[in-house]
């Protein structure tokens, strides 16, 4: 077996989400393999993408495919994109309907050897603060990682996590649109060329 096909096997968490609200079975979402020319490190996949089994097949998905500027061929050719969360399944919801933070037994027990798989990658995503945290060591919020773009460009872009709860965000930070979006997509265009 591969390293995919045991990841995909992980029964790890199904005690922790039989408990959730939601009380589902693990369904790890892999969605990588070695060559690609751009990670996306995220959270963990939604309900929505625990349903289809592909990434970011819901509006996050859109959002995040316009910040890049790439189509959905370019997004879901695996020799292209990596797209590696920070757990591979959905974690579920808590009692007030929110989603959970990825389990972090998840990383401990697959993100390096994950890594290694893939290999050197020349840009890699960051959406949101775990993935920061795991990949940057960020001690900061993710406002002011993103904001910080520039100390990680051109191998690493700090974003948000292109939900639609983020839009207030957005509003507030109308910087990330002006700045960040420009230079991530030509970053992107260079790569992909």
């Not at 690609?36 to 990434?55: D, E, F, K, M, T």
């Not at 996050?60 to 910040?67: A, F, I, K, V």
Request: net charge positive.
């Amino acid at each position: 077996m591969t390293l995919p096909d045991d990841i995909r096997a992980c029964q790890i968490c199904a005690e922790r989400f039989a408990a959730t609200e939601t009380g589902h079975a693990p369904r790890p979402v892999v969605w990588f393999k070695p060559g690609a020319r751009i990670l996306i490190a995220g959270q963990a996949p939604g309900a929505r993408v625990h349903a289809s089994g592909q990434p970011f097949t819901d509006p996050s998905g859109d959002r995040l495919r316009d910040w890049m500027g790439v189509d959905e061929d370019t997004f879901y050719d695996r020799s292209k994109v990596a797209i590696v969360p920070m757990a591979f399944c959905f974690p579920g919801y808590d009692a007030k309907g929110s989603d959970r933070p990825p389990p972090k037994i998840c990383a401990k027990t697959w993100r390096n050897p994950v890594m290694d798989y893939v290999g050197d990658v020349p840009l890699v995503l960051l959406i949101g603060g775990y993935a920061q945290s795991w990949h940057l060591g960020a001690k900061l919020g993710v406002t002011e990682t993103a904001a910080a773009w520039r100390d990680h460009a051109p191998s690493a872009f700090a974003l948000p996590h292109p939900s639609w709860r983020n839009t207030g965000w957005l509003k507030k930070n109308p910087w990330f649109e002006a700045e960040v979006l420009p230079a991530l997509r030509a970053r992107i265009k260079e790569i992909l060329a």
